[in-house]
């Protein structure tokens, strides 16, 4: 069972990961513009945060979604060696 949690949150993991990390990476770059312009405007911090993980979502999305479909089924045919 514990094999079967860690598997799981390693998949959380990895699929959060690929989403959010190119967001972390651009609103690092979009705030280090602001801080050597002095430009302070919320927006300018937040769309492309926003775009980037939209699309992070379109490229990645199909992939995240057939990997927890493959870990429900890898459960589904496990359950009889998971009750013993």
Do not use: C
């Amino acid at each position: 069972i514990g094999d079967l949690f860690t598997h799981a949150m390693y998949l959380v993991l990895v699929i959060v990961v690929v989403i959010i990390v190119p967001s972390l990476f651009v609103g690092l770059v979009v705030s280090t513009f602001q801080a050597a312009t002095q430009i302070n405007e919320q927006t300018l911090s937040f769309l492309p945060r926003l775009v980037v993980t939209l699309l992070a979502v379109i490229m990645f999305g199909p992939w995240a979604v057939t990997a927890v479909i493959d870990y429900t089924k890898e459960l589904y045919m496990n359950i009889p060696f998971i009750i013993g």
